[in-house]
């Protein structure tokens, strides 16, 4: 039950007497003050160096793979280390966010980003790329849950800056980092001499240790823990001061409070989350179309990311044939262009239609993009224009649509203390059928041409399915108080 005084308004102090006005105060007002939109920058800075990370290799590929000779399996096994290491490290960063708490990962995660991306540059074979790049991945693994739940649990359930809005927000920073990505290579690869070029990659991927070490030392200052997972565990002093001294609001500790830390000799609760068990909730009859739902969403929209996304570079280059400038600048555009604005309008339209038919709407685009793709094949003249057209319009329905609301479906399905397990548990599923379509994808347009957009369209089609069939919609639901 919640504080009735909380519910009425009669005071501007809010007084706490359980985890459940805890989150009353948070759902009704959110986080107020200077320090919220530090939270925001911050916790989509991990989100940022991600994509940076996933995306630096996407132009290089093509420079690794004569550089150190590479089949086909190696250069799809180098683009994919990443994502065996984003599964490991979303599978236990999800146990271990709801376990010890979501500022401890946010504060180790960077370390991993830094330490990788300086190994990557200066590796000297495959090899020692490929095993940094699965250190990166562990970073990436770690970095979702965590930020994904402190952008939600800072945020109020409904009203301008809810937590539809801001857990959306990942897609526009994602596409804004992936395109910042190809304007770091369109920098380089202009001011450095032909001769040079074969570096290219080491640079771009070397300069990802910059952004993540700026945000490792910006995080320490402003960034605590998360009030509700506090409130979860059964300390409510701290929760209580968290609320106050970084989320601006109003809040007083009630002396008979029903949980608290020691100091406030209250009753200890017992602590919520981070338990094994979690996994298995997550198919409790509560929850299990909800874990569905989000699997198919995540599954089938990141199968075609990776395919036409990832792949921008090897499409244009390989099956468009087009010059290297072509490719970045085309790539450029579509990411910052298409995918930031695409991002940014699902953003302002979730509140309005829904995450539900945002993510059906999204997936129908894509698979006609593709059909269309696949029609026109190896395009020439005017039809370069249409064939770009068209990856311009799979990334804009992808960073709208499914792409950003997969992160709704995964954080916003479940409560505080299965938040972090729903996440991680969902992203290293989604990582494991992105290293089939990493490693898949060269083989297949190898061998398929411009044929592959027929087996890659049935993704956002089964997506389209499984969100038809399933009425789940996450949108301004508040799960916490489902119990």
Request: net charge positive.
């Amino acid at each position: 039950m919640s504080n009735p005084d909380i519910a009425a308004g009669a005071v501007n102090t809010r007084t706490v007497r359980s985890a459940s006005d805890i989150h009353a105060i948070l759902a009704e007002f959110g986080s107020q003050g200077t320090k919220t939109k530090a939270v925001i920058i911050l916790a989509l800075g991990g989100i940022f160096m991600d994509a940076y990370d996933f995306s630096s290799l996407a132009f290089g590929i093509t420079a690794i793979q004569e550089q150190f000779g590479l089949s086909g399996f190696m250069t799809g096994l180098v683009n994919a280390s990443i994502m065996i290491g984003a599964v490991i490290g979303a599978l236990f960063g999800g146990y271990l966010v709801d376990r010890f708490g979501r500022y401890k990962l946010f504060m180790a995660d960077m370390v991993f980003f830094v330490v990788a991306a300086i190994g990557c540059a200066l590796a000297p074979n495959e090899w020692v790329l490929i095993a940094f790049r699965f250190v990166m991945g562990i970073g990436v693994g770690l970095d979702l849950p965590v930020a994904m739940a402190f952008l939600a649990e800072f945020s109020k359930l409904k009203g301008k800056g809810n937590r539809s809005q801001r857990v959306n927000a990942w897609s526009p920073a994602w596409y804004t980092a992936t395109g910042i990505g190809y304007l770091v290579v369109l920098i380089i690869f202009i001011s450095l001499p032909y001769e040079q070029h074969a570096i290219l990659w080491r640079i771009v991927v070397g300069f990802g240790a910059v952004p993540a070490l700026i945000v490792l030392l910006v995080r320490r200052r402003y960034l605590a823990e998360s009030p509700e997972w506090l409130a979860n565990q059964g300390d409510l002093r701290a929760a209580v001061d968290v609320m106050r001294t970084h989320h601006n609001l109003e809040v007083e500790l009630a002396p008979d409070a029903l949980g608290g830390s020691s100091a406030t000799g209250g009753a200890q609760t017992k602590p919520a989350g981070g338990q094994w068990s979690g996994f298995a909730e997550l198919f409790a009859p509560r929850y299990r179309v909800r874990t569905i739902v989000a699997l198919c969403v995540s599954v089938f929209s990141t199968f075609g990311y990776n395919a036409v996304a990832y792949g921008t570079p090897l499409i244009i280059t390989t099956l468009f044939h087009q010059t290297p400038l072509i490719t970045i600048v085309s790539s450029l555009i579509i990411n910052l262009g298409f995918g930031a604005i695409g991002g940014l309008l699902g953003m302002t339209i979730v509140n309005r239609f829904g995450t539900r038919r945002i993510t059906l709407v999204g997936f129908v685009i894509q698979a006609i993009a593709l059909a269309l793709l696949a029609v026109v094949g190896i395009p020439s003249g005017a039809l370069v224009l249409v064939s770009v057209a068209m990856l311009a319009a799979f990334v804009f329905a992808q960073a709208g649509g499914p792409g950003a609301n997969l992160m709704n479906y995964a954080t916003l399905s479940y409560p505080t203390r299965l938040r972090g397990i729903g996440i991680g548990f969902n992203q290293s599923v989604l990582r494991a059928f992105s290293i089939v379509s990493l490693i898949m994808f060269p083989i297949l347009a190898a061998s398929l041409g411009t044929g592959v957009f027929w087996i890659v369209a049935c993704a956002p089609l089964a997506g389209a399915i499984a969100v038809g069939i399933v009425k789940w919609d996450p949108t301004a639901k508040d799960v916490e108080d489902e119990a």
